[in-house]
């Protein structure tokens, strides 16, 4: 085993059963479907993708608040078992999370000082020591005069100061990975590029493993070595981000790059547009490649029969389309 990796996932599953009146299954919703993927320690990646892809339902999985179907999953160097609530409890230590909405991840009736407690009260680290990790984690995002902040609640914050005391709760524990699930798209434009160099400065200062999860591919360079683009559960392309971005391969990653009007950072705001056509259903996902019914360059007969392995083209540039076998 390498002993620079920090996770190593191979053809994990995510499947979520469907019941009708709480018992006769109608099938399941396979929102995590055949993903493998490797990353350092201290390294960034983005994972972009269209809503409903499967990028919360990766992360969930990697946090063990969703459970994995099969596949299988090393952290760390430690084996994960998504059925032994063990291995669960000590996978939810190393992983610091930023969800999507801050106001709704941050208990409306707890100040900023009993927010940034408690983790530390449940994880049972020495009362002498939570004073300090406090203060150090409000000061790496940036909220001084820290005595200004501590007695706030969240709705005296505004969204970028909630997110940010979200950011310093995921830093508490000192996490060997930060998973953050579209931290900025719920925030004014104004405040997004703020947030994304801020989780940049503390990936670097830390050495931190991030997965960043977006629909925005134009935000992959804040923060991110590689970027992996999702479709309808799996990972259609991973790279350098310079190369997804300079010399995509993938139709659908060329599609979403051709999306992107600007990549300046002053228009920020404008990342929604998305190709034509919708995602296929994750109930019963098309035969052959997921991507066929949108496809510009389907190869009738075997784009929507056979399932396309992992190609790869260059060196450290794979890609699940069969244009490159
Ligand atoms: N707990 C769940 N039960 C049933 N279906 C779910 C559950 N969580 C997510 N899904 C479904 O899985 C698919 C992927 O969702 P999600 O991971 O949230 O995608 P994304 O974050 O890319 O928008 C969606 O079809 C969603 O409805
Ligand atoms: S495998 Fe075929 S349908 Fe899928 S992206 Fe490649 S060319 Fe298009
Ligand atoms: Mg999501």
Redesign the pocket.
Known sequence: MDNNSLISVKDLRTWFELKRWGFISMGFVKALDGVTFDLKKGEAITVVGESGSGKTTLLRTLLGLARATAGEMIFGGRKIDSSDERDIQWLRRQVGFVQQDPYGALPPFMNVYRILKEPLVVNKLPAKEHEQRIRESLEEVRLIPLNDFLPKFPHMLSGGQQQRVVVARALLLRPMLIAADEPVSMLDASVRVEILELMGKIQKDYDLGVIYVTHDLSSVRYFSHRAFVMYAARL?EKADVKDIVENPL???TRMLLNAIPDPEPENATRFRDIPPGEPPSLINPPD?????P??????KG???TEQ?PEFQPAPGHF??????K
């Not at 052959?288 to 066929?292: D, E, L, N, Y």
């Not at 949108?294 to 190869?299: A, G, H, V």
């Open positions: 259609v993938h139709p659908y052959g490649c997921r991507f066929h949108r496809c510009p360059r389907i190869i075997l784009c929507d396309p890609v699940e389309c069969w244009l490159y």
